[in-house]
C-alpha cells in the first residue's frame, strides 16, 4: 500500500514563482491535511478538508491556497513564493473519526530563494 | 485556541534503561484524544500511541506507555527498554473533537546512547 504520497519531495523557487504540490492517499480517508514544519516548532496546519469539494483554514494559512477537487487528492498552491514559506511540507489524511490517527507523508523539502 | 507545551527540547538515555517525555497541554474542552508521534531522521511522522480523553486508563504500545493526568492535563510518554532505534523527534498533540485539527507540540529530540 502507498499510503501517503507527497510530490514532489524537494524543489527550490524563485522569490514570487508559483508551485503546486500534490497529495494522493489510497485509503479512502475523508479527512486531509496540510501541515509546515519549521526548525524548533512543531507542525502547524496551513489547511484542511473534511471532504472532497471542501475546504478550511488551519493556523496559518496566509500565501496558501487549496483544493480538493477528488478525494483521493488534495493540492497545496503557493501562487507567489516568499522565502518565509521555506519549510518542509507535510501532507496527512484520516477517516472522518476524531479517534482515528493521521497517516502522514514523508514531506515536501521546500527552498525559496 | 489549544495549546500544547514540550518543556523538553532534548533528552538522552543509556540503552535499555527508561525515559519519560512531559507534555502539557491547555484547553477547555471535554471531547478531544491526544496522540504521541514519532519523527526519525528519515522525516517520517510515526504515530507511537494514542489516549482518548474519556477513558482513565493509560494507553499502552508495547515498551511504550502513558501517564494521562487530565485534570492536571498532563500526557507524559514512557519509552521502557530503550532501543537505539527509539532516537528520535517525539511530538505530543492534541486532537480537538469540535475543531477537528491536530495541534503539536514543538517536540522532544531524544537520544539513546549505546
Known amino acids: 500500500n502507498a499510503g501517503v504520497t507527497q510530490t514532489p519531495k524537494f524543489r527550490v523557487l524563485k522569490t514570487g514563482q508559483s508551485m503546486t504540490l500534490l497529495c494522493a492517499q489510497d485509503?479512502?480517508?475523508?479527512?486531509m491535511y496540510w501541515y509546515r514544519q519549521d526548525p524548533g516548532m512543531g507542525l502547524r496546519l496551513i489547511h484542511y478538508s473534511v471532504g472532497e469539494g471542501t475546504t478550511a483554514k488551519g493556523e496559518v494559512p496566509d500565501g496558501y491556497n487549496v483544493s480538493r477537487l477528488k478525494k483521493q487528492n488534495f493540492l497545496l498552491g503557493l501562487e507567489s513564493a516568499a522565502p518565509s514559506q521555506t519549510s518542509v511540507y507535510f501532507c496527512a489524511s484520516s477517516y472522518g473519526y476524531s479517534y482515528q490517527p493521521q497517516h502522514f507523508g514523508d514531506g515536501t523539502r521546500l527552498s525559496i530563494l | 485556541a489549544q495549546t500544547v507545551t514540550q518543556s523538553q527540547p532534548e533528552m538522552s538515555v543509556q540503552e535499555a534503561e527508561t525515559v519519560t517525555l512531559s507534555c502539557t497541554y491547555d484547553?477547555?474542552?471535554?471531547?478531544?484524544?491526544l496522540f504521541w508521534y514519532k519523527q526519525p531522521p528519515s522525516r517520517q511522522m510515526i504515530l507511537v500511541i494514542r489516549q482518548e480523553a474519556y477513558k482513565q486508563q493509560n494507553a499502552t504500545e508495547n515498551r511504550f506507555s502513558v501517564n494521562f493526568q487530565k485534570a492536571a492535563k498532563s500526557f507524559s510518554l514512557k519509552i521502557s527498554d530503550s532501543q537505539l532505534g527509539d532516537a528520535a523527534m517525539y511530538f505530543c498533540a492534541y486532537y480537538s473533537g469540535s475543531a477537528r485539527q491536530l495541534t503539536f507540540g514543538s517536540g522532544t529530540q531524544l537520544t539513546v546512547l549505546p
Open positions: 485509503m479512502n480517508h475523508e479527512y
Open positions: 484547553t477547555s474542552e471535554s471531547d478531544y484524544y
